[in-house]
């Protein structure tokens, strides 16, 4: 037998060798695939959910009521600031420099306050409200996935593209409907803000001492 078959058949003797070994794995990969859940991913679109439903159309119309209440404050508050601007501007010949820049300074610091008062309110309103929505939204998701045997749950907004998708938006909506039709929305004032940051830091710098 010249050199070239006996490499031949070497060649085969170790092919079939490692046979059972290549067909065993193939096998085990199989029935670690088959024993994988099925994936099912429920998708929705919260931002539509917080549009079309009643608790949704709800809070926008009480919140529109409550900004409303807030403007008129807010304004009122800048008007005094450019009242007392131009009452400074009229003293300002018998004023020392000194004085003068300083009693601007704080009209200005006045006037940034107010502004940043009166977003706080806005934002803290409308965050309040939103989360009543949100927290029986997510009781809702939780039983869709539930009932759908679900693996994953996607936001719309954050899915560019899925054919295992299931869109429970339309379902949300009408159990969110039922569950919740309306939202208590109640102006957060500045000063329950500043009350409630205090009660924090208090709560906070309790449990510390306590842990130590």
């Known amino acids: 037998m010249n050199m070239k078959k006996i490499a031949a058949a070497l060649v085969g003797v170790a092919l079939l060798g490692s046979w059972p070994l290549v067909s065993s794995y193939a096998q ?5 695939s088959a024993d994988m859940p099925e994936l099912i991913v429920l998708v929705v679109n919260r931002q539509q959910v917080f549009v079309q439903s009643k608790a949704g ?9 409550i900004f409303t209440t807030i403007e008129a404050a807010e304004k009122a508050e800048l008007d005094q600031v450019i ?14 420099s000194e004085e003068f820049k300083k009693q601007q300074r704080e009209l200005a610091q006045r006037e940034e306050f107010t ?13 309040e409200a939103q989360e009543q929505i949100a927290a ?20 719309q907004t954050n899915l560019i593209m899925s054919s295992l998708e299931y869109d429970v938006t339309s379902q949300t909506v009408a159990r969110l409907d039922q569950t919740l039709p309306t939202v208590d929305v109640k102006r957060v004032t500045y000063d329950e803000l500043v009350e ?3 009660a ?7 449990s510390g001492e306590a842990s130590e």
């Open 28 to 32: 085990e990969e199989k029935a670690q």
């Open 57 to 65: 159309q709800d809070m926008r119309t009480k919140l529109q009521g």
């Open 83 to 96: 009242a007392d601007a131009q009452a400074l501007v009229q003293k300002k010949a018998i004023m020392a």
């Open 115 to 127: 502004k940043y008062k009166f977003t706080q309110e806005r934002n803290a309103t409308r965050a």
């Open 136 to 155: 029986a939204m997510l009781k809702i998701l939780q039983d869709l996935m539930q009932e759908s045997n679900g693996t994953l749950l996607l936001d």
């Open 196 to 198: 409630r940051q205090k």
């Open 200 to 206: 924090a830091q208090e709560a906070a710098k309790a």
